[in-house]
């Protein structure tokens, strides 16, 4: 399972704009790189990354060979209602690795 | 004589700075406009204009590493229902793909600003392009020198 790391605010007011930052371990193989016998690493990315808030999807990213390794993304929300932040990460391959987070509205 | 030595020593020294200017030009001529970007921009927002302002793009003017280039883009934005920006892309004109991270806001995001990390394969400009809600595009650069450029052989 990869590892994820969250930095949310623990509890913040209606209407204030917080920062959100997540991370994954990940190689984020980009394909144009060599082994020590000269053979070309297939690439392997994580393709899409998606925040939501219960059912409601409040940031996404599509990502591509561009992004470095271990991809540390972050973004905004405005506060309205608490609940449960997801956050996903989707691999070429179509596996998918997820965490979740609570988010306290004051 | 000290008078006409100073002379010949200043002429030199602007003669060098011309070489200089040259030298440095020639390189982002070649650069510019490369036709790959040029191509996947259009791919992603047609030939629509791309206007000036409300977008800006802050990164580190020399990165030792291309593997880990910090990026952060703001867009001027009310993010409300009516008024949001949808989408943000970052191109490069030197990696092998160009279109480097797509990142789409809603009205819940509050702020149009993103953070993050991309790799770079030598010293170049990086164009970053918002589209607003109402379809407007927006775009601004940003020139950075590359020290160790992230790995792009093929």
Known sequence: MADIRLSIPKSVESGAVIELKAMIRHDMESGYRRDIQGQAIPRNILEYFECRLGDTVIFSADLFPGVSANPLIKFYHRAQESGTLTFTWREQTGQTFYKTAELVVL | ?154
Request: with cysteine; proline share 5%.
């Open chain 2, 1 to 154: 004589m000290m008078t006409k030595y100073r002379n010949m020593n200043r002429r030199k020294v602007l003669g060098m700075g011309a070489a200089a200017a040259c030298l440095t030009a020639l390189p982002r001529q070649a650069w510019a406009d490369e036709p790959a970007m040029a191509a996947a921009i259009k791919d992603m927002f047609g030939d629509k204009a791309v206007l000036d302002g409300r977008i800006s793009l802050t990164m580190p003017v020399l990165s030792e590493s291309g593997y880990f280039v910090p990026v952060d883009v703001e867009v001027d934005s009310p993010m409300t229902p009516d008024d949001y920006v949808r989408r943000v892309a970052l191109f490069s004109e030197r990696n092998p793909i160009a279109l480097m991270a797509l990142y789409n806001f809603t009205p819940y995001s509050g702020r149009a600003r993103v953070e993050g990390k991309v790799r770079l394969g030598g010293s170049q400009t990086v164009h970053a392009i918002a589209e607003m809600s109402d379809g407007s595009l927006y775009g601004t650069s940003f020139k950075v020198h590359v020290t160790l450029a992230a790995c792009v052989v093929n």
